[in-house]
């Protein structure tokens, strides 16, 4: 039935009316109710051309042209995950206060350093991090946030025969003062590696000294940006890396893909269009002989977009609606398809 219809629900309402007939059972006739309609539900029905149609692996709710339009798309696109690409989760601390720190805490555990070996021990380990709310389309607004960064696994590997805490105590003892305020709950805390000032056991920490491009996990706004090496995230967000970055995300926070993403999620409530199942399965025009043309010039555009200065919007969107149009071009649309998918 859709959003907002009944002030106190919560999330989505869906209401089947069924009547007992002979009927095509692949075709169901269906409607999104706004609110101003809800009292007119015979004549909305009667309007609407939405229905539901099923196959053997999933339903879909929609108009024939959208759905020929889905379909389209799909046959022409290559999924995410089979792309030169792996896709990873943010890291988890599980528990921010400790491991999370502003830049000025980090100046003044740089400051408290013994000496000049230490200092460079201690800032290898604080690597900048972003959070799901500074990610923004195909830039991101660093908060000045830092993670400590010392993996499961690291104090073993380089303690010797020391015993582990007074290994690690005369390795950072500056960065030990501040860790330890925080001792009791990071030993209660899931996610922690053999040692409480560890991190959680990973096996990709690598990754986040890679180019990559990350987007948020939970958001009604599909959005995707592009971050240089030695950038962290938190698991509010995913990230991808591999080969063809720059196309890929051209073609993820295009119009068309945006579309796809919408009328294919199932969602609750506010929705959560970042989910890895939709992204991972998102269809991307492969790259080959005959498209090469167009996909040098998005690429042309995205490196545009990733020079513009202070980040200016108006501009960004400038390059973005040129992208657009080639990436219809790469689908092959034409002007009642694109028209569709822009309502």
């Given at each position: ?52 149609k099923i196959t053997s692996s999933a339903w879909f709710v929609g108009s024939d042209l959208e759905y020929r339009l889905k379909e389209k798309i ?270």
């Amino acid at each position: 039935m859709g959003p907002d219809v009944f002030d106190t629900a919560t999330v989505d309402t869906c209401i089947l009316i069924l009547k007992k007939q002979k009927s095509n059972f692949d075709k169901f006739k269906a409607v999104t109710i706004k609110k101003e309609e809800k009292n007119d539900l015979f004549n909305v029905f009667e309007e609407k051309d939405t229905y539901i149609k099923i196959t053997s692996s999933a339903w879909f709710v929609g108009s024939d042209l959208e759905y020929r339009l889905k379909e389209k798309i799909e046959k022409i696109g290559k999924p995410l995950k089979d792309w030169d690409v792996k896709i990873y989760y943010g890291i988890k601390t599980g528990l921010n206060k400790a491991f999370i720190i502003t830049t000025e805490k980090r100046n003044e555990i740089l400051a408290n350093c013994k000496n000049e070996e230490e200092r460079k021990r201690t800032e290898a380990i604080i690597k900048p991090i972003l959070r799901g709310r500074d990610i923004k389309r195909y830039y991101y607004e660093w908060a000045g946030l830092w993670v400590i960064v010392i993996p499961a696994g690291w104090t073993n590997k380089n303690r010797g025969k020391e015993k582990p805490d007074v290994f690690i105590e005369k390795t950072f003892p500056s960065l030990m003062k501040h860790l330890k305020q925080f001792e009791k709950k990071a030993k209660e805390r899931d996610d922690q590696g053999d040692y409480w000032w560890e991190l959680r056991h990973c096996d990709y920490y690598e990754e986040f000294e890679k180019e990559k491009v990350v987007w948020n996990r939970i958001t009604e706004n599909i959005i995707f940006s592009y971050l240089p090496s030695g950038l962290y995230i938190l698991d509010s967000t995913f990230m991808f890396t591999g080969n063809n970055l720059k196309y890929l995300l051209a073609l993820l926070n295009s119009k068309l893909c945006g579309w796809w993403t919408k009328i294919s999620a199932a969602t609750l409530g506010e929705g959560n269009y970042g989910a890895k199942i939709y992204i991972e399965n998102t269809p991307l025009a492969p790259i080959n002989k005959n498209n090469q043309k167009i996909v040098n010039e998005i690429e042309f555009f995205i490196n545009k977009i990733l020079s513009v200065e202070n980040n200016d919007v108006n501009l960004i969107m400038k390059y973005q609606n040129q992208i657009d149009q080639l990436v219809y071009k790469i689908y092959d649309l034409s002007e009642e398809e694109i028209k569709n998918l822009q309502k």
